[in-house]
């Protein structure tokens, strides 16, 4: 079943802002979305993650709506290395473990 | 600081054939978890384990094994391999506490033939 809903892609311009949806809308109080990329066959990269509050670092912010059902990582100012497939995470707890799934991803691509 | 280390990098099998994929990590991490990618899809969950001795099933763990032996080492272990299997896998581990995130190694590119 999947955990998160995302476009399977996205345009955006050099230098502008890149605005990534998910919807995420049966998540639990006690998960935690996460975000991830993936440039090219690498093993993904960790972005940000977030529980309730808006989080910012050196690579992104993530603004979670107060319901919680949905999330958007801005990436500020888009580069063209910033082309990857993004993955927003909702971190499942199951009865022994953390268990991370991935769903498709959002594929972005920084046009010059 | 190595982080997740896989190998190998790259290995062509025929169809029928056994092999290990090898996962290290150096962080002390109890979480360990296997991956499998295909062409233009995301990330599935084949195995996982939290701790040496505790392994569970991810969403597509038919036609693999795995074995926690140690909390370095996290095998992936095919049997009688198909060209369905055929995909690039990762290798990640992670911390016990809640919130922090997942370190991926670089991949095994595998081919059945």
């Known amino acids: 079943d999947a955990k998160t809903t995302q476009p399977p892609s996205m345009d955006c311009a050099e230098g502008r802002a890149a605005n990534l949806p998910c919807n995420h809308s049966t998540i639990s109080g006690n998960e935690y979305v996460y975000w991830y990329r993936q440039i090219h066959s690498q093993g993904p990269q960790y972005i940000i993650h977030g529980l309730k509050n808006n989080e910012t670092n050196e690579m992104a912010s993530l603004i979670i709506t107060e319901d919680r059902k949905s999330s958007t990582l801005i990436l500020p100012h888009a580069t063209l290395r910033d082309t990857a497939v993004y993955y927003c995470i909702v971190r499942v707890a199951a009865n022994t473990g953390n268990q991370f799934y991935f769903g498709t991803g959002t594929s972005l691509t920084v046009i010059p | 600081n190595a982080g997740v280390t896989q190998t190998p990098k790259f290995r062509i099998l025929k169809i029928g054939q056994s092999m290990t994929l090898q996962c290290a990590q150096d962080?002390?991490?109890?979480?360990m978890y296997w991956y499998r990618q295909d062409p233009g899809m995301g990330l599935k969950l084949i195995y996982y384990s939290v701790g040496a001795g505790i392994t569970d099933k991810g969403e597509v763990p038919n036609g693999y094994n795995v074995s926690r032996s140690t909390t370095e080492d996290f095998p992936l272990r095919l049997e009688l391999a198909a060209p369905s299997q055929t995909s690039v896998y990762f290798c990640?581990?992670?911390?016990?506490?809640?919130?922090?995130?997942?370190?991926f190694g670089q991949g095994t590119r595998l081919t059945v033939v």
């Open positions: 962080m002390n991490h109890n979480y």
């Open positions: 990640a581990s992670k911390a016990d506490m809640l919130g922090t995130e997942a370190f």
